[in-house]
C-alpha cells in the first residue's frame, strides 16, 4: 500500500487530489443551479490544458503558447462525430444535399469529405482524440527540440502554429465551419446531451477524467522519468553530458501535456455543444498559461483551481462590468503574477501547509504518547499477574 502511495506523490500529494474530488463531486453540485455548474463544468475543460502546463512548462521548462491547438483538435474531433450523428438524412431532409453537415450544404459541398468519414464511429473518434494531438505534438517536439530549440524560441513557434491553425479552419468553411465552427450538436449515441439531467452526468464525467489526468500526472512526476524532467529543467546540459536524451525527454511531456488539452477539448464539445475556431488560437492558448501561473506552475491540483478561478472571475466581472472587466481582468493577472509568483499553490505552501503540518505533527506525538502509556499499562498488568 505504501507504495502505491509513493507512485502518486506520497500522501499529501492523494490528499490534495481527494479534496478537489469532493468539492468538485460533492460539495459543488449540492450547492449550484445547473446553470452555474454547467459553466464549472466549461471552466473545468480549460483545467486539462492547465495541469498539461504544469507538466510541460512547470516541472518541463518547455513554455507553449499554442496548448489551444491541442484542444481545438480533441474539441473539433468530438464535434464532427456529434456533427454527422445529428445530420442524418431525417434531420437533413430540407437540405439540397441530406446526409451531410448544414454549412457544407451551404458551401455547394454535395457529398461528405474523406475526412470525415471516420468520425461516423465514436471507437475511431476516441482513439483520433488520443493520438491525433499526440502524433501533432511528436513532430513539433521533434523538429523542434531534436535541433536544440527550446526557451522563448518555442514559445514564439508554438504561438505562430496556432495563429496558422485559426487561419486554416476559419479559411476551410466548407469543411469546418469557419468562423461560426461546428454548432448545433445534439446527440451522442442517440442520447441527447441538451437537457439538464444530460448536463449533470457530462459534468460528473469531466470530473471524472480530470481526476484521471492529475492521477496520471502526479504518477509521471513520482516516477524516475519525472526526476529527470527536473533536472532537465534546472540543469539541462548536465541532464545531456551524462547520456540522456533531452529532446526524447522533452517531446514524452509536450506529447502528454496536447493528449491532456485535447481530452478538455473534447469533453468541452459535449458540455458546451459547439465547437469554434477562436478556442484555437493565439488568444485562447495565452489565457490557459495564465490559468497555469496564476494556480501555481508546479502543483497539478493548483492548475485546477487556477482555471476555476480566472474563469469565474472572468464570468462575474463581465457580468457586473460590461465595459470595464477585460481591465480588472488584466489588473488582476499583473497583481498576481507581482504580488504572488508561485501562485494559488505557493500561498497554500506559505501560509495554510505549515498549520496543517504542524496540527498532524502534534497529532502523531499524540497518539505515540498514548501508544506508549498503554504498553507501559500492559507491561505493569502482566508483571503484577506473574506468581510471587
Known amino acids: 500500500m505504501q507504495n502505491w502511495i509513493s507512485a502518486f506523490g506520497g500522501r499529501q500529494r492523494l490528499l490534495q487530489i481527494l479534496a478537489l474530488a469532493v468539492l468538485l463531486m460533492l460539495v459543488l453540485p449540492l450547492t449550484l443551479d445547473i446553470f452555474r455548474l454547467n459553466l464549472i463544468g466549461k471552466y473545468l475543460t480549460y483545467a486539462f490544458v492547465a495541469v498539461g502546463l504544469v507538466l510541460c512548462w512547470g516541472y518541463g521548462g518547455v513554455l507553449s503558447l499554442g496548448q489551444g491547438v491541442f484542444f481545438g483538435l480533441g474539441g473539433y474531433c468530438m464535434a464532427m462525430f456529434l456533427k454527422l450523428e445529428a445530420s442524418s438524412p431525417q434531420n437533413t431532409a430540407i437540405q439540397s444535399t441530406p446526409g451531410i453537415p448544414d454549412f457544407m450544404d451551404w458551401n455547394q459541398i454535395t457529398e461528405l469529405p474523406m475526412l470525415w468519414m471516420p468520425f461516423h464511429s465514436l471507437t475511431l473518434t476516441i482513439l483520433f482524440i488520443l493520438t491525433v494531438p499526440a502524433l501533432f505534438a511528436f513532430l513539433i517536439g521533434v523538429a ?33 465551419g469557419g468562423i461560426n465552427g461546428i ?9 441527447d446531451i441538451r437537457p439538464d439531467s444530460a448536463k449533470y452526468l457530462l459534468y460528473f464525467v469531466c470530473c471524472t477524467l480530470l481526476i484521471v489526468c492529475l492521477l496520471i ?5 513520482s516516477s524516475r522519468y519525472g526526476k529527470l524532467l527536473i ?6 546540459d548536465r541532464v545531456r553530458f551524462s547520456g540522456y536524451d533531452v529532446a526524447n525527454i522533452k517531446i514524452f511531456v509536450f506529447a502528454l501535456a496536447g493528449i491532456f488539452s485535447a481530452i478538455g477539448g473534447a ?8 465547437m469554434s475556431p477562436s478556442f484555437v488560437g493565439t488568444v485562447a492558448s495565452i489565457e490557459m498559461v495564465i490559468f497555469c501561473a496564476v494556480g501555481g506552475r508546479l502543483s497539478l491540483v493548483g492548475a485546477v483551481y487556477g482555471a476555476l478561478l480566472v474563469n469565474l472571475a472572468k464570468s462575474l466581472l463581465s457580468e ?19 504580488l504572488f509568483p508561485r501562485g494559488l499553490a505557493g500561498l497554500y505552501a506559505d501560509f495554510v501547509q505549515p498549520y496543517i503540518d504542524s496540527f498532524l505533527q502534534r497529532r502523531a506525538a499524540a497518539r505515540r504518547v498514548e501508544r506508549d502509556e498503554k504498553s507501559k499499562t500492559a507491561t505493569r498488568n502482566r508483571v503484577q499477574e506473574m506468581p510471587s
Request: hydrophobic share 60%; aromatic share 16%; net charge positive.
Open 267 to 274: 469533453m468541452f464539445a459535449l458540455q458546451v455543444g459547439f
Open 144 to 176: 523542434m527540440f531534436k535541433r536544440r530549440v527550446g526557451g522563448v524560441y518555442f514559445a514564439i513557434i508554438t504561438q505562430a502554429i496556432a495563429s496558422i491553425a485559426t487561419i486554416l479552419i476559419v479559411g476551410q468553411q466548407g469543411y469546418t
Open 217 to 221: 500526472g502526479q504518477f509521471v512526476l
Open 320 to 338: 457586473s462590468f460590461p465595459q470595464l472587466w477585460i481591465i480588472f481582468m488584466g489588473a488582476l493577472f499583473i497583481g498576481v503574477v507581482l
Open 183 to 191: 454548432t448545433d450538436l445534439r446527440t451522442f449515441l442517440g442520447w
Open 231 to 236: 533536472a532537465m529543467r534546472d540543469q539541462e
